[in-house]
């Protein structure tokens, strides 16, 4: 059986232009920013906002790592709120729901935020692996979303 992500490839193949269909992204919010398109064929202002977050998002999670080589917690944080609501306005759930576990690890949180974590080593591979599966979350809906702007992945 396909999954729903398969599925909306298959579909964007044949010249689909619906929205598309994928586990990590809420169809109403992202339906809210095609709303503003004046040009549903072309869907230039959608299409520079989603474009605009894949930079933004490449670029923090390389700045990421490189956080985490360091051990700054801190900033680590501040990095996964940033994401956290760039993801969310475009209703990126599954990578929003993995920033905001990012933002709570580096806050000495467990990933709800609500139990203290006072082990730095621990918070610092708890972030690690978090970012690691929020690549691979992002990745699929960054395939999803390429291919619904028409762009061969």
């Known amino acids: 059986m396909a999954t729903r992500a398969e599925a909306a490839e298959e579909r964007s193949e044949n010249g689909s232009t619906g929205l598309p269909d994928c586990d990590g992204l809420e169809q109403s919010t992202f339906e809210q920013i095609l709303e ?3 040009d549903e064929d072309e869907r230039e202002f959608s299409r520079s906002i989603v474009y605009g977050f894949f930079e933004q998002a490449e670029a923090t999670f390389r700045k990421m ?3 985490l080589q360091k051990g700054d917690l801190v900033q680590l944080s501040a990095e996964g709120h ?3 609501g760039s993801s969310a306005t475009l209703g990126l759930s599954k990578v929003k ?3 905001e576990k990012i933002q709570h690890f580096g806050q000495h949180k467990d990933e709800t935020g609500t139990v203290d974590q006072l082990d730095d080593a621990k918070c ?3 972030i690690q692996k978090t970012l690691d599966a929020v690549k691979i979350e992002y ?3 960054e395939k999803v979303l390429r ?3 028409h ?3």
């Open 36 to 38: 503003m398109d004046d």
């Open 65 to 67: 790592e490189v956080l």
């Open 82 to 84: 940033f994401l956290k």
């Open 97 to 99: 729901d993995s920033c």
């Open 124 to 126: 610092l591979s708890l």
């Open 139 to 141: 990745a699929e809906v």
């Open 147 to 149: 291919r619904f702007y």
């Open 151 to 153: 762009e061969h992945v």
